[in-house]
T-cell receptor, first 110, second 116 residues
Framework: EDKVVQSPLSLVVHEGDTVTLNCSYE??????LLWYKQEKKAPTFLFML????IEKKSGRLSSILDKKELSSILNITATQTGDSAIYLC??????????FGAGTRLTVKP | GAVVSQHPSWVICKSGTSVKIECRSL??????MFWYRQFPKQSLMLMAT?????????EQGVEKDKFLINHASLTLSTLTVTSAHPEDSSFYIC????????????FGPGTRLTVL
């Protein structure tokens, strides 16, 4: 069965901490992995990863894909309260299939 | 960046009525759009894939006769919740890929449906 698993499901840190969010997948014909940040409404796009080992970076956020381990991590350094959100991982596979993980709820305390 | 709009942003209806939600790609053409629903504190659940010019593909467990999808043009897909019931109350989101398969998805802002 195709699946996407995120861990941890919930995380509480203090401002300035660094966090690492995990996403693992088991799908047929993997195409790409995407990370999203969801606050109040629809998710906003963070990264799309297709190639293994190439880090993508945007400010304090970075992500990398490991196709051998069938996983990806999302790192956030020097966290801020504005980083509090649900972080969703999604995998595109086969021709046009898509599956989301359950998400990681990150809470950053002042 | 690419923009996807949804209308309405929220709707309240009586049980038994039908509700139509529109999803539009504003500055690009989308042969495929995805429809999701999200219950409180849960992840997005893919309901169906909307294909321009052909029938939608529904995920297992999603009733195609209840959730009617019509991909009328390359920029518009509609989801109609027929004979809505309170358990259909949810947040409905659409997304569209900007290019060929594997490209990033852009999400609409979502529609909050409340069925009384």
């Amino acid at each position: 069965e195709d699946k996407v698993v995120q861990s941890p499901l919930s995380l509480v840190v203090h401002e300035g901490d660094t966090v690492t969010l995990n996403c693992s997948y088991e799908v047929t014909n993997f195409r790409s992995l995407l990370w999203y940040k969801q606050e109040k409404k629809a998710p906003t796009f963070l990264f799309m990863l297709t190639s293994s080992g190439i880090e993508k970076k945007s400010g304090r956020l970075s992500s990398i894909l490991d196709k051998k381990e069938l996983s990806s991590i999302l790192n956030i350094t020097a966290t801020q309260t504005g980083d509090s959100a649900i972080y969703l991982c999604a995998v595109l596979y086969n021709n046009n299939d898509m599956r989301f993980g359950a998400g990681t709820r990150l809470t950053v305390k002042p | 960046g690419a923009v996807v709009s949804q209308h309405p942003s929220w709707v309240i209806c009586k049980s038994g009525t039908s509700v139509k939600i529109e999803c539009r790609s504003l500055d690009f053409q989308a042969t495929t759009m995805f429809w999701y629903r999200q219950f409180p504190k849960q992840s997005l659940m893919l309901m169906a894939t909307s294909n321009e010019g052909s029938k939608a593909t529904y995920e297992q467990g999603v009733e195609k006769d209840k959730f009617l999808i019509n991909h009328a043009s390359l920029t518009l897909s509609t989801l109609t919740v027929t004979s809505a019931h309170p358990e259909d109350s949810s947040f409905y989101i659409c997304s569209a890929p900007t290019g060929s398969v594997g490209h990033e998805q852009f999400f609409g802002p979502g529609t909050r449906l409340t069925v009384l």
